[in-house]
């Protein structure tokens, strides 16, 4: 575990993303912290992780443009490799199949998916130089059973999951270990609409979870302990999905 290194979270500023990050920074982690437009959120995660004592930069970019995110990220990892990439970032496009238009698919696979390939290649040429890192994906349950009006939002998923277990074979001999955590129903605003007393009977631990759950797993799999796992996706769903 190399804290004086720094972890590069993306979609950090809310939610599951926020909760990652000042997990981290409590564990002893300083964090570079990317959100796309939330300026005033990511200013309050900013705090609160300087609160700590940790240090916390902020990078607002569009995780999907990789001309922005050569822009914002080149000369930091010129200088210093991060320990971590924790991708995070993401959006949802609801709609039907039949009803889905190109832009709800392409926005949806690009922040998800085609940003994890523009920010994977960005820094694992500076892991590979200071001879290990980890990188972790937020995927999701939807990207393992699939959901009704969510095309986009499984194949995404997926295919983070396909990436990454793909990555983890490249990268294990190198020393860089590349994960997936999936989480279940979690209580942030993406979830705030649904319908919680229809869905939760269906969950054996019958409640939703907590953002701090999924940050929890994503602070084991960064630190020693989890030194010899790699390719896996952990499931954080309450048993929703076995």
């Given at each position: 575990?190399?804290?004086?290194?720094?972890?590069?979270?993306?979609?950090?500023s809310?939610?599951?993303?926020?909760?990652?990050?000042?997990?981290l920074?409590?564990a002893?982690?300083?964090?570079?912290?990317?959100?796309?437009?939330?300026?005033?959120?990511?200013?309050?995660?900013?705090?609160?992780?300087?609160?700590?004592?940790?240090?916390?930069?902020?990078?607002?970019?569009?995780?999907s443009?990789?001309?922005?995110?050569?822009?914002?990220?080149?000369?930091?990892?010129?200088?210093?490799?991060?320990?971590?990439?924790?991708?995070?970032a993401?959006?949802?496009?609801?709609?039907?199949?039949?009803?889905?238009?190109?832009?709800?698919?392409?926005?949806?696979i690009?922040?998800?998916?085609?940003?994890?390939?523009?920010?994977?290649?960005l820094v694992?040429?500076?892991?590979?130089?200071?001879?290990?890192?980890?990188?972790?994906?937020?995927a999701?349950?939807?990207?393992?059973?699939g959901?009704?009006?969510?095309?986009?939002?499984?194949?995404?998923?997926?295919?983070?999951?396909?990436?990454?277990?793909?990555?983890?074979?490249?990268?294990?001999?190198?020393?860089?270990?590349?994960?997936?955590?999936?989480?279940?129903?979690?209580?942030?605003?993406?979830?705030?609409?649904?319908?919680?007393?229809?869905?939760?009977?269906?969950?054996?631990?019958?409640r939703?979870?907590?953002?701090?759950?999924?940050?929890?797993?994503?602070?084991?799999?960064?630190?020693?302990?989890?030194?010899?796992i790699?390719?896996?996706?952990?499931?954080?769903?309450?048993?929703?999905?076995?």
């Amino acid at each position: 575990m190399e804290k004086n290194r720094p972890v590069l979270i993306t979609g950090g500023s809310r939610g599951i993303g926020a909760a990652i990050a000042l997990g981290l920074a409590k564990a002893g982690y300083d964090i570079w912290l990317n959100y796309h437009t939330n300026t005033q959120r990511a200013e309050e995660v900013k705090s609160r992780i300087e609160s700590l004592g940790r240090a916390c930069l902020l990078l607002p970019f569009d995780v999907s443009d990789e001309a922005a995110a050569k822009e914002a990220l080149s000369p930091l990892l010129a200088e210093q490799a991060p320990y971590a990439l924790v991708h995070n970032a993401g959006i949802t496009r609801d709609a039907l199949a039949a009803n889905m238009t190109r832009e709800q698919w392409d926005s949806v696979i690009g922040i998800h998916l085609t940003a994890y390939y523009i920010l994977t290649r960005l820094v694992l040429k500076p892991m590979l130089l200071a001879r290990g890192g980890r990188i972790v994906a937020i995927a999701s349950i939807s990207g393992e059973v699939g959901e009704v009006g969510q095309m986009n939002y499984s194949a995404a998923k997926a295919g983070l999951i396909g990436a990454s277990k793909a990555l983890a074979r490249e990268m294990g001999r190198c020393g860089v270990l590349v994960n997936v955590v999936s989480p279940g129903l979690i209580e942030t605003d993406m979830t705030s609409g649904l319908p919680m007393d229809k869905i939760k009977p269906l969950i054996p631990l019958r409640r939703a979870g907590k953002p701090e759950e999924v940050a929890g797993v994503v602070e084991f799999l960064l630190g020693e302990g989890a030194g010899y796992i790699t390719g896996q996706v952990i499931g954080v769903n309450g048993g929703l999905y076995m």
